[in-house]
C-alpha cells in the first residue's frame, strides 16, 4: 500500500475546497520546464486541482495529469477541459516512457516504508536522462498533521538513501523554501529535482 486510507479520505472530500487554495508561483515549475525538450511528455502526479498540468500544457507539452482522489481528478478535468485519471502511486507500471515527472507535494503523504517503492515505479516510468521533480514537508519522523492527513516528514540524508534505494540518479537540486498548508501550520518544503541515469548501478 502506497497511500494512507485518512489522507485520501479528507481529499476525498474536501476535494472542491482544497482546490481553491491560491497558487503563489509558478517559477519553479517553469525553471523546470526549461530543461526539457519541446513538447517532452511529462506525467503529473498529484495534480490536484490541475494548475501545473495548465501551464505545461499551455506551454507545449504533452501532459498526461493524474490524481490519488477521483474527486480531485474531476475538478482538475473541469480546469482543464479534458478527462483526468485516478491513478494511484502504487498503479504506476510503464517503462522508459516519460520525459519527466512532476510530483508537487504529493508524494509527501506516502507512508516511509513505501516510499521507496514508489521512486523505484517514477525510476522505470522515465526515459533514460528524464527529470523528476518531487516535494516533500521537512522532519525527523513521520505523523499526522492538525486535520489528520499523514505526512512522511523526511530528513534530506533519509530522502536521499531512499532515492538511492529505489534507483540510480544524479541529484540537479535539493533546495527549500517556507510556507503554509491547509491547516494553516508552517512548514519547511524540500524541493527535490533529480535525473535518471540511462543504467541502473
Known amino acids: 500500500m502506497s497511500f494512507d486510507d485518512a489522507t485520501i479520505r479528507f481529499y476525498r472530500e474536501?476535494?472542491?475546497e482544497y482546490v481553491k487554495r491560491p497558487q503563489r508561483s509558478f517559477a519553479r515549475l517553469h525553471t523546470f520546464l526549461v530543461a526539457l525538450p519541446r513538447h517532452a511528455k511529462i506525467l503529473e502526479l498529484g495534480c490536484g486541482s490541475g494548475r501545473h498540468s495548465a501551464e505545461?500544457?499551455?506551454?507545449?507539452?504533452d501532459v498526461r495529469?493524474?490524481?490519488?482522489?477521483?474527486e480531485m481528478a474531476a475538478e482538475a478535468a473541469c480546469r482543464l477541459g479534458r478527462p483526468v485519471e485516478t491513478l494511484r502511486f502504487d498503479q504506476l507500471d510503464e517503462h522508459d516512457h516519460y520525459d519527466a515527472v512532476w510530483a508537487s507535494a504529493c508524494l509527501l503523504h506516502v507512508p516511509k516504508a513505501d516510499l521507496q517503492g514508489v521512486l523505484a515505479r517514477i525510476w522505470r516510468a522515465?526515459?533514460?536522462?528524464?527529470?523528476?521533480?518531487a516535494s516533500f514537508k521537512e522532519g525527523n519522523a513521520d505523523g499526522r498533521d492538525t486535520i489528520g492527513r499523514y505526512y512522511n516528514y523526511p530528513s534530506?540524508?533519509?530522502?536521499?538513501?531512499c532515492y538511492r534505494d529505489a534507483g540510480s540518479w544524479s541529484f540537479r537540486s535539493i533546495d527549500r523554501s517556507e510556507g503554509k498548508g491547509f491547516d494553516g501550520t508552517a512548514a519547511t518544503m524540500m524541493h527535490v529535482v533529480v535525473q535518471k541515469h540511462a543504467l541502473r548501478s
Request: proline fraction near 10%; avoid cysteine.
Open 14 to 16: 474536501n476535494a472542491a
Open 56 to 61: 505545461m500544457i499551455a506551454a507545449g507539452f
Open 65 to 70: 495529469p493524474t490524481d490519488g482522489s477521483p
Open 126 to 133: 522515465l526515459k533514460p536522462a528524464g527529470l523528476f521533480y
Open 156 to 161: 534530506e540524508d533519509w530522502l536521499k538513501e
